[in-house]
């Protein structure tokens, strides 16, 4: 919802870098007060840090940006919805994750639940060009988003993860000021008004900071199945927050949507091993260097 009042004065790309921009006064002294501590990654971290900064923040936020020209919203949201199969496919390869059969249900039911709500029941499969192309843009993000997962895991067992966001989000600033240039939407600072600019600093600080964190923070103590499926329930709380602050009306397929997606998370997640259990195993494949 705070996005919406910055795209009404500012393109999705602009609002982008100034959110990561806001972002990065929050990753900034982190990163410094860590260095101060003697924790600072080493080389082959740090590319690795960077390659995570660039495909989850610039390369994401670029590729959304060129979908969302060539197909709908909708259509973006739901193929995006499909990042927890990519990435507990991509745990199960790389990290050795299991996946069970409730872990399979559940990942497919969230994945119908979102499917309701983002939908609100009224499916087409009609296309054109425009949307195979946006289409198939918006699955290369869902698997970059994937790709971030799996790949940061090891990082947030090595290191704090509030340091590992730091050090992605700032990266991922560095990155999207060059493919801001390339698009030609730079951001118009000066006529931008106070509601557009509590947007950028609402999601700079909230969903870039805060977010990134707690994403790498929940990470750190689950597999990367496990949290990928609570991405199921962006759809529903953003619902539930335009029935409360902006009285959006909600529909009978919503509601059921919403029902079936946190079905689908229990099942993916919360029935099945132990939070600590999986930090554990986490450590024992990612031992931190001394």
């Not at 495909?55 to 994401?60: D, F, N, V």
């Not at 497919?108 to 979102?114: S, T």
């Not at 900071?209 to 923070?217: D, E, K, M, Q, V």
């Not at 990470?219 to 335009?242: E, G, K, M």
């Amino acid at each position: 919802m705070a996005a919406k009042i910055g795209l009404a004065e500012m393109a999705p790309l602009a609002l982008a870098l100034l959110r990561l921009a806001a972002a990065g006064l929050f990753f900034a002294p982190v990163v410094i007060v860590y260095a101060i501590r003697g924790r600072r990654p080493g080389l082959r971290d740090m590319i690795l840090l960077a390659g995570l900064g660039f495909i989850a923040i610039s390369a994401y936020f670029w590729i959304q940006f060129n979908a969302l020209q060539l197909t709908s919203a909708v259509n973006v949201s739901l193929l995006v919805a499909t990042a927890p199969v990519w990435t507990a496919l991509l745990g199960h390869w790389k990290l050795g994750e299991r996946l069970n059969g409730p872990r399979w249900a559940g990942i497919a039911v969230g994945l119908v639940g979102a499917a309701l709500v983002i939908t609100k029941g009224h499916f087409s499969l009609a296309l054109n060009r425009g949307d195979l192309v946006g289409g198939l843009l918006t699955l290369l993000n869902a698997l970059l988003w994937a790709t971030y997962t799996v790949a940061g895991r090891p990082l947030v067992v090595r290191y704090p993860p509030l340091l590992v966001t730091a050090y992605v989000g700032l990266f991922g600033l560095l990155f999207l000021v060059p493919l801001t240039g390339v698009a030609g939407t730079w951001p118009h600072l000066l006529t931008l008004s106070g509601r557009a600019w509590f947007s950028v600093f609402f999601l700079g600080l909230f969903c870039s900071g805060l977010g990134y964190f707690l994403w790498y923070w929940v990470l750190r103590r689950v597999q990367a199945a496990q949290a990928a499926a609570f991405l199921y329930l962006n759809p529903v709380v953003t619902t539930v927050l335009a029935r409360v602050l902006l009285n959006e009306k909600v529909g009978a397929a919503t509601v059921a949507g919403g029902l079936v997606t946190i079905a689908g998370v229990y099942l993916a997640g919360l029935q099945n091993g132990h939070p600590l259990s999986a930090a554990g195993q986490a450590r024992r494949n990612f031992p931190v260097p001394h």
